[in-house]
């Protein structure tokens, strides 16, 4: 490029979920070297399970896949357009999910991690970051997640002055497809609904009568919960991924309107049978072989988990590969925080990506990650003469979209 050069200073990334992937992948391909930091395996947090790079610690679901109908989906073309290594890997790991794209989570952070470690510009280095970034380290994308370590989340609450919000989080359980009672479950996707590798059968549906969702919601309601410890008396829930039995609290029929809601299906049993609620399940892997309970997170203790969950038709001998669980979470009030390209307006210095600038969704994490590396790779990139950014950040994105666009030669 004429009048430009690569600088001569590494980008810092520190965390390697989906956004630190993603903005590693990003500027890496920009042709700018990147040291990506992972604290697991020294370091685990309460949810992850492995050493892999962008592990899935809760559902499998990156949500609907319709470009023309869903912000969602669209955001999933945008990525795929600026060559996103989430998606990439997301479409290549695919299970079926309806009109969703659901992936194997093992297989999809299998593929990350790879690309990652395969690719000559990134570093890798295993290990806590458990202060502020050296100040040598003159472009920093923090993006260690909601799960933040405790010793860094304390650093940057002292440098801003500002108390981390939090909130907590949930997972769902996980269940052996072996072991549902399939004489009482059916295949089915809401409305028949095709999606990307789907045939538009891709859930397994137990229904329920009304005395059995009685049943159920009380047992929800009365069952043993996890206890708070003092100090997260306080904390909210985040209602994008309440607890099933913070939801069954809110009316009873909250949940026949939420993950429990009976509409577009039709018992395969007995067509004429309208269930007064559907419990769903989709596919976790690829095999086939393991399926999670949608809508199902939960701070039930394990004992209860498995007595209540057993209660629901065609899960009365489930196995369960992974129980729910809870976790508390932590992110910035980036509005306040933030500027404009996610520079921490204390130290400009360090940007961040991911759930702890408060976006949520795997998605919407990765998609935050690819944007800070634009913004940083075009920092890394400075005009001979002036030692200026050669283009407003703004204008990069623009060019970078546009230039993921096709031609009308190549439509043609």
């Known amino acids: 490029m004429t009048g430009i050069q690569a600088a001569s200073d590494t980008v810092h990334i520190v965390g390697a979920g989906l956004a630190g992937s993603e903005a590693a992948w990003q500027l890496a391909n920009a042709g700018v070297h990147v040291v990506l930091h992972e604290m697991r395996p020294t370091r685990m947090t309460e949810a992850h399970r492995t050493d892999s790079l962008a592990e899935l610690v809760c559902s499998n679901s990156f949500r609907s896949d319709d470009a023309a109908n869903n912000a969602v989906g669209l955001l999933h073309a945008e990525m795929r357009r600026l060559g996103s290594l989430i998606m990439r890997a997301a479409d290549a790991n695919q299970v079926p999910a309806g009109g969703a794209l659901a992936v194997d989570r093992d297989g999809f952070s299998a593929a990350v991690t790879r690309a990652l470690y395969d690719h000559p510009g990134i570093d890798i280095q295993r290990g806590e970051i458990a202060r502020l970034p050296p100040a040598d380290w003159g472009n920093v994308i923090v993006a260690t997640g909601p799960l933040t370590s405790a010793p860094l989340a304390d650093a940057i609450c002292e440098l801003t002055d500002e108390n981390a919000l939090a909130f907590f989080d949930a997972i769902a359980p996980i269940v052996h497809k072996d072991s ?4 009482v479950a ?20 137990c229904p329920l009568t009304q005395q059995q969702y009685d049943a159920f919601v009380d047992a929800l309601i009365t069952g043993e919960k996890t206890n708070f410890k003092e100090w997260e008396t306080n904390t909210p829930y985040f209602d994008g991924c309440l607890p099933i039995e913070v939801m069954a609290e809110r009316g009873r029929e909250t949940l026949r309107h939420g993950p429990m809601k009976p509409v ?3 018992n395969a049993h007995d067509p004429l049978a309208k269930p007064y609620a559907i419990v769903q399940l989709r596919q976790d892997n690829k095999l086939g072989t393991l399926y999670n309970m949608v809508g199902f997170q939960t701070k039930l203790k394990y004992g209860p988990q498995q007595s209540i969950f057993r209660t629901i038709p065609g899960l009365e001998h489930a196995e369960f590969v992974r129980l729910g669980g809870l976790h508390r979470n932590t992110f910035l009030k980036s509005p306040k925080l933030l500027d404009a390209q996610l520079r921490l307006r204390a130290q400009p210095r360090l940007r961040f990506a991911g759930q702890m600038t408060g976006c949520e969704g795997y998605v919407e994490s990765a998609s935050i990650g690819l944007i800070a590396g634009l913004y940083a790779a075009r920092r890394s990139y400075r005009n001979h003469r002036t030692g200026q950014p050669l283009v407003p950040a703004h204008e990069y994105q623009f060019r970078a979209v546009s230039a993921a666009r096709p031609s009308a030669d190549q439509k043609a």
Not at 180 to 183: A, G, K, N, V, W
Not at 188 to 201: E, N, V, W
Request: glycine letters at 18%.
């Open 180 to 183: 549902i009672d399939m004489s």
């Open 186 to 205: 059916w295949f089915q996707s809401r409305y028949d609904k095709l999606g990307p590798g789907g045939t538009g059968a891709d859930y397994i549906n």
């Open 264 to 266: 577009g299906l039709t």
